[in-house]
């Protein structure tokens, strides 16, 4: 039972454009969500993250939006860059639970 | 250094062979986390730690998985008669204190069983 989905394995964006990565979630108990990010043979690197309490968190250029009713959250990249090409993970935790549970992961590619 | 710190890099494996998977977090941390991340997959959580004590070991995969922290400090990950299945990148991670806290990742153990 995948509790955090990211439906898209890969996005490839143009450099200087918005990179907008999704993830949905399916448990209603969840209350704190993060995006982190990883390059090749190095650990996930935490990125933004956000409270159930707020809908939008913004930090340089990157903006992580909440739809609860929709159990549904995005990260934007604006503007996108080449030293963003990684993957991306959503991850979502509740406040009885210490552990983080990840999506599968988004590969972006940010071409020049 | 000054980051989560983990050996070895790289282990191979013969099917029933046991291993140990080091974990050094950043000083002071009080929350330790190990996570098993299979190719194409995002983390998977396999226990957590507060200082010593295990609080959460729900998502260790078999009794042939066991995790401590003697000292609240270094931990090790151990799987004994390792099977195919068990191959995996090993992700350690710490925080200051648990939860709302941002975890820090070390670079992982990819453990290869043949």
């Known amino acids: 039972d995948q509790q955090v989905k990211q439906n898209s394995p890969s996005l490839s964006v143009q450099e200087g454009r918005i990179s907008i990565l999704n993830c949905d979630y399916t448990n209603s108990m969840f209350d704190y969500f993060l995006w982190y990010k990883k390059y090749p043979a190095e650990g996930p690197t935490f990125l933004i993250s956000?409270?159930?309490?707020?809908d939008k968190n913004e930090d340089g250029r990157f903006t992580v939006f909440l739809n609860k009713s929709a159990k549904h959250l995005s990260l934007h990249i604006v503007p996108s860059q080449p030293g963003d090409s990684a993957v991306y993970f959503c991850?979502?935790?509740?406040?009885?639970?210490?552990?983080?549970?990840f999506g599968q992961g988004t590969r972006l590619t940010i071409n020049p | 250094g000054a980051g989560v710190s983990q050996s070895p890099r790289y282990k191979v494996a013969k099917r029933g062979q046991d291993v140990a998977l080091r974990c050094d977090p950043i000083?002071?941390?009080?929350?330790l986390f190990w996570y098993q991340q299979a190719l194409g997959q995002g983390p998977e959580f396999l226990t957590y730690f507060q200082n010593e004590a295990q609080l959460d070991k729900s998502g260790l995969p078999s009794d042939r998985f066991f995790a401590e922290r003697p000292e609240g400090s270094v931990s090790t990950l151990k799987i004994q008669r390792t099977q195919q299945e068990d191959s995996a990148v090993y992700l350690c991670a710490s925080s200051q204190r648990g939860f709302g806290e941002k975890l820090f990742f070390g670079s992982g153990t990819q453990l290869s069983v043949l």
């Open positions: 991850a979502a935790s509740n406040q009885g639970a210490q552990k983080l549970v």
């Open positions: 956000i409270s159930s309490i707020k």
């Open positions: 000083s002071g941390h009080v929350s």
